[in-house]
């Protein structure tokens, strides 16, 4: 539009030129062009001149912005908005208060929803949205099960809504250096195909081709950027240098760019070299199989494909594919394994509705401290009206000026959140994606300004209806004396029910909640900081010669000086427990039908004593474990007094619950031994080691003061031993991230803090709107002392009302806080520990506390008053 | 030899383009063009307030504008005036015609 009249100006004003030329014209072109120009004077000042002749005038005094001209256009002017920021100045009190509350407040409210977009987030490749990973649907569980090399194979022949299908399993690799140290590198088997469908070209070289897939053909490896920079100190020509892995020399063929990793965090690729021959090696799964989507392919029409290739798959092999479903699924979501998004996630909406629970309570408490401050300009409102502003008018200069006080709430919300996420990124960057981003997107900002909107909304709006109501109105007009006129009646006492309400509940039902997180844990103190963890893997190895290897490690590490003890086990104390379904043997066992859910642990035979953890009662593991059926197990005393209600454990029964679908039951484990629990590890069930298992085995090495001193030392032991042996993360034990106790410490602290802040949010409002109450009553309570009323009787009259509301307010709130706390402990009884009936106490203390000072203050204050100043003075 | 001419006096510009539009449709230049005639070269029209005034006067709605083929075949904006410029044409005229027969009264006072 701009440019048009732009154009249209020039236009004109060049034929006026043109023509004057011509009239010119008998003094020669150049000349006459001339003279037309001098005599037309400045053409980019006409051009300008013509523009802002043209232009409607702008209010007077007002220098018109773009941001002016956007909040015009919702009927809101700059005035409205000086005014705001200038209370913001005016009531540095207020303002502190309420842009706390909500900064508190509005980043909560997105927390979940912020959460969830980041699984939608697209991996960073060309076309990057059309990657996407098939997985199949275990319709028994409702889980995505990982894929095999033959479903790949399978779906590779049958779909053509594919351009082409690829395959990945992570893994890690020991890189040998020449001194004959392993370090391992995160790296991944990848078909071929794997680089054109992400369409990344490599820095150096080439990347893998199909002949690199044959069985028997050269060792080759293509590397990432970092491994290239660290290992082959960034050799221009690295293409041709061989390097070790796992003590086998590979070629490298090519070096990706920098910042290329696959599929997770992989930063080095090897061929896929299947025989197709062998059944086992095809019918195992572990395998992430992607494609992109050949052009003009919608989703709908790629699942549609793949769903006829899947029945077909079920009706071949029934035995193993009649549950499945495959599914075409977002890139990220897919690598998470999270089906649907975080929304369909158990939980996310009553976690959402949580977090924006605290922020209508952030709001409403705001919203009563500007309700206040709103009474109390009732003056200048009233000036204002009379001077002819509409109600909408004045209602909308209020909600300005909240938007302002909310805007403003919302970026220091932001600020510290982007801070505290990136702060705490650090401990899940190894175990998420590079695209993964926790920090403040352009989308989490919009929302953010929706919310301080809405914010604005209710604690701006409400008030100010209130206040520019009829009634009040007419009082502020006709009356014009001290007081506000408005009166707070019904309002105020709801308010205040709500607000001790709150308070009352919030406590109990946070230590609630944390409670039947961490239930009933009884820890022993275990020294974490005099152990050294690492990962010991070995997935290049057969089982039985893994196995051998496992046992010579551990007799190597024993045999070291100084070392105390080595344990081996699926799990190390403080870290994340796989967890399992289990009944009991028991004729009146009338726990839940579904099983009772603990962790279960895979251990060698010196597991405890390795740990310096002394059997209480039975019997350790023994090497006879491990030959036949292997059904002796070991519980902790969570276990005993969580599962077993305090029964004796040795030689009851236990088995795992399988699913309907599953049809064979397991077989009954007996409970030969008990051990103390670890701190922060619920109901254990050990078992023993089986010495096949060649993955997921940890170890913890008992060294004492300093353990990651004996890294280098593992290291060799464990490069002397076998090459293949890869010792990933070493760490000293009190190091190690649990996820489960992550979240646990997140939902703790995050869970006490909110608390807090709930807690002071509900009685700073019940302090203001209760003593602003009493406030507004001066005057009266002036008149009943001019009157005769005795000032006991007058007390009784105030704290009459006050408990009322607090009684009101209790009653409710301890109803709320026990039902839901009925429903979260899934209809069995509350349980009485002392730290929910400290709580409760706690919450009602403070409350009834802050009540009663609220009224005693004022009250005093108004008693002091001489009735004759309350009735002359403004009340 | 030329005439001399005279710049236009301060507000009458206005005036003297909607009467200079008041027969036609006219562009700016022919605008300019028809003063300068009218007035046998007497009054010369300042081009750079020429066109700034057209503008503000169509803001005013006392013109409106149009674009249509000049007398060589160039595309050229023709203004011409409306009802509103009409009555604002004849309260100027009256005014001005007041204003310079006082001015005239006074230069013949003996």
Redesign the interface.
């Known amino acids: 539009m701009r440019r048009k009249l732009a154009r249209?100006?020039d236009?004109?004003?060049r034929?006026?030129l043109?023509?004057?030329a011509?009239e010119y014209s008998q003094e020669g072109r150049g000349a006459a062009r001339r003279k037309a120009l001098q005599?037309?004077?400045?053409f980019k000042?006409?051009v300008e001149?013509?523009?802002?002749?043209?232009?409607?005038p702008p209010p007077p005094g007002t220098n018109e912005s773009a941001i002016a001209r956007l909040l015009s256009r919702f009927g809101v002017s700059m005035i409205d908005v000086r005014l705001g920021v200038r209370m913001l100045t005016k009531h540095p009190g207020l303002t502190g208060a309420a842009v706390f509350a909500l900064a508190v407040g509005i980043p909560v409210g997105l927390a979940p929803m912020h959460a969830a977009r980041m699984f939608e987030a697209d991996p960073p490749f060309e076309e990057g949205r059309r990657v996407r990973i098939l997985k199949n649907l275990d319709a028994g569980s409702a889980n995505w099960v990982p894929s095999s090399l033959q479903e790949f194979f399978q779906w590779s022949d049958a779909l053509s809504t594919f351009e082409a299908l690829g395959v990945t399993k992570g893994s890690l690799y020991n890189i040998i250096s020449d001194d004959g140290l392993a370090e391992p590198v995160p790296g991944a088997v990848v078909s071929a195909s794997t680089f054109n469908i992400l369409r990344i070209l490599p820095q150096m070289g080439r990347t893998l081709d199909p002949s690199d897939e044959l069985i028997g053909g050269p060792e080759v490896v293509v590397i990432g950027h970092a491994v290239w920079k660290s290992r082959l100190d960034g050799d221009p020509d690295a293409i041709g240098r061989t390097i070790r892995i796992g003590g086998v020399p590979h070629t490298v063929v090519g070096v990706m760019p920098e910042g290329f990793l696959f599929p997770f965090r992989e930063g080095l690729w090897l061929p896929l070299r299947t025989n197709r021959l062998d059944e086992t090696l095809l019918k195992a799964r572990g395998y992430l199989v992607f494609g992109r989507l050949a052009d003009g392919i919608s989703l709908h029409q790629a699942q549609a494909d793949l769903s006829v290739v899947g029945r077909r798959m079920a009706v071949e092999s029934p035995e193993t594919h009649a549950l499945l479903q495959p599914e075409v699924v977002a890139f990220t979501k897919g690598l998470f394994g999270i089906r649907g998004g975080l929304q369909k996630e158990q939980g996310f909406y009553a976690f959402q509705v949580l977090a924006l629970l605290i922020l209508v309570v952030a709001c409403a408490n705001v919203g009563m401290l500007i309700f206040t401050r709103t009474v109390a300009r009732s003056g200048e409102l009233a000036v204002r009206t009379a001077l002819g502003a509409s109600r909408a008018r004045v209602v909308m200069q209020l909600f300005v000026e909240s938007l302002v006080l909310a805007v403003l709430a919302a970026g220091v919300g932001l600020l510290v959140a982007d801070q505290i996420s990136s702060s705490r990124f650090d401990m899940i960057a190894d175990v998420s994606p590079p695209w993964f981003d926790l920090g403040v997107t352009r989308w989490t900002v919009a929302w953010a300004f929706s919310l301080a909107v809405l914010s604005a909304g209710v604690m701006g709006v409400v008030p100010a209806l209130k206040v520019t109501g009829k009634k009040v109105r007419r009082h502020i007009l006709g009356a014009g004396e001290g007081r506000s006129g408005v009166r707070f009646g019904a309002l105020s006492s709801a308010l205040t029910i709500a607000n001790v309400t709150l308070a009352v509940a919030t406590v109990p039902l946070a230590v609630g909640v944390v409670d039947g997180l961490t239930e009933t844990q009884e820890g022993t103190t275990f020294e974490a900081d005099q152990f050294l963890s690492a990962r010991l893997r070995m997935p290049h190895t057969e089982p039985a010669r893994a196995s051998a290897i496992r046992l010579e490690l551990i007799r190597r590490l024993e045999a070291e000086p100084g070392i105390r003890g080595v344990a081996v086990g699926t799990s190390l104390p403080g870290m994340d427990h796989p967890s399992g379904r289990i009944e009991l043997d028991l004729d009146d066992d009338s726990s839940d039908p579904r099983g009772r859910r603990v962790s279960s642990v895979h251990v060698n035979v010196g597991y405890f004593d390795g740990l310096d953890h002394p059997i209480l009662a039975g019997r350790g593991f023994e090497y006879a474990d491990l030959s036949g059926d292997r059904s002796a197990v070991i519980v902790n005393t969570n276990f005993v007094n969580n599962v077993l209600g305090g029964r004796n454990p040795l030689g009851m029964r236990v088995r795992y619950v399988t699913r309907p679908t599953g049809g064979q039951t397991e077989p009954w484990l007996e409970i030969v031994g008990v051990v103390g629990s670890f701190a922060a590890i619920d109901a254990g069930l050990f078992h023993v080691l089986p010495p096949e298992e060649t993955e997921r085995v940890l170890l913890a090495v008992h060294v004492g003061d300093e353990p990651e001193s004996f890294i280098p030392r593992m290291r060799a032991l464990a490069a002397e031993v076998d090459p293949a042996v890869i010792i990933s993360r070493p760490m000293a034990l009190n190091e190690v991230f649990s996820f489960a106790v992550y979240v646990t410490d997140w939902i703790t602290w995050g869970g006490r803090i909110l608390t807090g802040i709930l807690l002071a949010l509900s009685v700073s409002g019940i302090y203001a709107i209760m003593s602003f109450t009493v406030v507004e009553r001066t005057s009266e309570i002036g008149i009943r002392i001019a009157l005769g009323a005795q000032r006991s009787s007058i007390v009784l009259n105030v704290a009459k009302r006050a408990l009322v509301q607090l009684f009101a307010g209790i009653v409710i709130g301890v109803t709320i806080a026990l039902g839901l706390l009925t429903v979260l402990k899934g209809g069995g009884a509350i349980p009485t520990q002392s730290p929910l009936v400290m709580a409760t106490a706690l919450g009602l203390g403070v409350t009834v506390l802050i009540g009663v000072l609220a009224c005693t203050a004022p009250t005093l204050r108004a008693l002091r008053i001489m009735p004759t100043e309350a009735l002359r003075g403004d009340g | 030899m030329p005439r001399e001419k005279t710049a236009l006096l301060q507000g009458t510009l206005d005036m003297l383009i909607l009467k200079a539009l008041d027969r036609e449709a006219k562009?700016?230049?022919s605008v300019?063009r028809t003063i300068e005639q009218a007035t046998d070269d007497v009054l010369s029209v300042?081009?750079?307030s020429l066109?700034?005034?057209?503008?503000?006067m169509?803001?005013k709605k006392w013109i409106e504008s149009s674009w249509g083929l000049?007398e060589?075949n160039?595309?050229?904006?023709f203004y011409e005036v409306t009802n509103m410029g009409r009555k604002q044409l004849s309260v100027e005229t009256s005014e001005w015609t007041r204003y310079s027969h006082a001015i005239e009264q006074m230069l013949h006072t003996p």
């Open positions: 249209d100006i236009e004109e004003l034929f006026h043109d023509m004057r011509e005599r037309f004077g400045d000042l006409v001149a013509c523009r802002s002749a043209g232009k409607l | 562009h700016g230049y300019a300042d081009e750079g066109y700034p005034a057209l503008h503000r169509e803001r000049s060589n160039r595309r050229a904006k």
